[in-house]
C-alpha cells in the first residue's frame, strides 16, 4: 500500500522523468570515470582482447583518455555526439585517437560501453521505481546515449517499472535543448506542471526548466550502494514501499 504525506490524497506529480547515468547508474566511461567501477569498462575491452588488465594498464589508458577528452578539438567531437550513433561513433574514434588507443582497442571500448551491468544501478532504484508505479505515478527515462539502454532495465528486471525511453539518439538532440523533455512529456502525454525532472547535472538536467518542468538535481552518482531516490519519492509526496 502507498503512503502519502498527511493530508494529501495523490501524488504531487503525474509523471517522472529520470536521467540515467549519475543518476540511476554510476558511470563506467566518460572523462571522469566516476565510482569505483569506472574502469570497468577499460578492463572487460583489454580482456575480450586477451591483453594485459592490470590495474596499471587500466590507469595508464584511462589518464590517456582523461588528457584527450580535454584537448579542445576531442571536447568539441564529443559535444552533442549523443544525438545519433554516426555522430558519436566519429567522435570516440577523435578521442581514442587522441588518446594513443589503436584501432582494435578503440573497437572494443566502444561495444563494451552497451553491454548491460546490472551491478551498476543504485541500490534503491527498483523499490524508487516500484513506489512511483505504484502510485500511478508514470516514468521515462530521459538519456544522452548512442546505444538502446533497455537490455539493461531488462536485465536488472526494471523494465516493466519504465512507461517510455526517450534517448537522445533516438530523437537526434540532446540535453540541454528543451526538445528532448518536451518529447519526454509528449510521449507520457503530460504537461510541463504535471512533470518533474530528476538529473545530476546543473547544465544538461537541469535546462527541464526551459521547458516549464520542475527539476531536482542530485550529487552524481559515485558509488551503488549511495541511496539519494528517496528525495525523488519526497518531492511526489510519497514514502518508500517498506517491501518489494
Do not use: N
Request: aromatic share 6%.
Amino acid at each position: 500500500m502507498i503512503e502519502l504525506r498527511p493530508g494529501q490524497d495523490s501524488p504531487t506529480f503525474e509523471a517522472v522523468l529520470l536521467d540515467w547515468v549519475g543518476t540511476l547508474i554510476v558511470p563506467k566511461w566518460g572523462p571522469d570515470h566516476a565510482g569505483p567501477k569506472g574502469g570497468s569498462w577499460i578492463e572487460g575491452a583489454l580482456q575480450r582482447l586477451a591483453r594485459d588488465a592490470s590495474s596499471s594498464e587500466v590507469s595508464r589508458i584511462s589518464a590517456a583518455l582523461d588528457a584527450a577528452i580535454r584537448q579542445p578539438e576531442v571536447a568539441q567531437a564529443m559535444k552533442g555526439a549523443d544525438a545519433s550513433v554516426e555522430s558519436y561513433r566519429a567522435g570516440f574514434a577523435r578521442w581514442a585517437s587522441a588518446a594513443g588507443i589503436d584501432e582494435a582497442l578503440m573497437g572494443a571500448l566502444y561495444d563494451e560501453l552497451a553491454l548491460p551491468d546490472v551491478d551498476l544501478f543504485a541500490v534503491d532504484v527498483e523499490r524508487t521505481l516500484a513506489t512511483l508505479k505504484a502510485a500511478g505515478v508514470r516514468v521515462a527515462v530521459v538519456s544522452d546515449v548512442h546505444f538502446d539502454i533497455r537490455p539493461w532495465f531488462v536485465k536488472a528486471g526494471l523494465d516493466g517499472y519504465v512507461d517510455r525511453f526517450v534517448l537522445s539518439f533516438e530523437h537526434g538532440v540532446c540535453k540541454p535543448d528543451p526538445a528532448i523533455f518536451r518529447s519526454a512529456l509528449d510521449a507520457l502525454e503530460v504537461g510541463p506542471d504535471d512533470a518533474l525532472m530528476v538529473g545530476d547535472r546543473s547544465a544538461y538536467d537541469g535546462a527541464a526548466v526551459e521547458a516549464g518542468i520542475a527539476t531536482v538535481l542530485l550529487p552524481p552518482l559515485a558509488e551503488a550502494s549511495a541511496e539519494r531516490l528517496h528525495l525523488v519519492l519526497a518531492s511526489c509526496g510519497l514514502r518508500p514501499l517498506a517491501r518489494l
